[in-house]
Every structure is written in structure tokens, then in C-alpha cells.
């Protein structure tokens, strides 16, 4: 077993789903008083949809591991931060500007590393290509929220 492999792998993927379940620990509660557009999901769908994304997530880390680039692995790296620290800013402080920079940044980052990993380890790229897809809409999500009146 290649310990190094598995904890690239996996160890991050834990830690961004940790810090973004601890941020998010009120969250039903948050979303449900939003003002939501109609196209919004119910906040049951998000659970299942993040388990699955973050599954894909840990087997693209596991793929990557031995084909990628340092560059690619910080690029891996980086977008799982910024997963882990949107649920405080967007959830915790509830600073809408804030949650979107982060978001924005999530999205910038995650298409790069897709991109690189296009030519280093395809497989990799296919697996993230339906978590960008989500971080899109929950950008355009996050972006269409608002506060109650």
C-alpha cells in the first residue's frame, strides 16, 4: 500500500468535507429562510451530491498522485482550501461578497487544475469535470441568494 498515495488522496478530501460540515452545521436552517430562485434545490440534495463529489474527488487524488505535477497536486490542494472555506464565509459569517470571492476562486482554481490534468492524468480530469459543473451552479446559486426582508 502506497501510504503516500492514499494520504494525498484522501486526507484532504476529509478535511475539507470536516471544516465545511463544521461551518455549515446550521446550514438547512440558513438555506431554508433564503430568498431562493426557483431553479434552487431543496436542501436535502446537497448532502448526497457532495458525498458523491467528494468520493470522485478522492479517486482523482489517488489517480493523479503518481502522473501529476507538483504544480497540479498544489493546484488539488489548493481547490479543496478554498472547498473547505466557503461554508464559513458563505454559512458562518454570512457574507455574501465574501462566500462569491472564495467560490470564484474555487471555480478558477478547480478549471485549471481539470485543464492540467487533461494532459497529465485524464481520468483525474473526468472525475473532477461533474464537481465543477456543481461549483458552477452553486456559484450562480450563491450569487442569486438573499437575506429575507
Given amino acids: 500500500m502506497d501510504l503516500k498515495r492514499l ?8 478535511a475539507a468535507a470536516g471544516l465545511g460540515g463544521l461551518a455549515s452545521r446550521d446550514a438547512a436552517d440558513t438555506y431554508g429562510r433564503l430568498r431562493r430562485p426557483g431553479w434552487a434545490p431543496p436542501a436535502s440534495a446537497f448532502g448526497p451530491v457532495w458525498s458523491g463529489l467528494y468520493a470522485a474527488t478522492a479517486a482523482a487524488g489517488w489517480l493523479m ?3 501529476a505535477s507538483a504544480r497540479t497536486k498544489a493546484l488539488h490542494l489548493t481547490q479543496l482550501a478554498l472547498n473547505g472555506a466557503w461554508p464559513g464565509t458563505f454559512f ?3 457574507d455574501k461578497r465574501s462566500s462569491l470571492v472564495v ?7 478547480l478549471a485549471t487544475e481539470i485543464l492540467a490534468l487533461r494532459r497529465e492524468t485524464p481520468a483525474a480530469a473526468a472525475l473532477l469535470t461533474p ?7 452553486a456559484t450562480a446559486l450563491n450569487a442569486a441568494v438573499s437575506e429575507p426582508v
Fill in 131 to 137: 464537481y465543477l459543473a456543481w461549483t458552477g451552479f
Fill in 65 to 67: 498522485y503518481p502522473h
Fill in 7 to 14: 494520504t494525498f488522496a484522501v486526507a484532504p478530501v476529509v
Fill in 92 to 94: 458562518g459569517i454570512r
Fill in 103 to 109: 467560490i470564484a476562486a474555487l471555480d478558477t482554481v
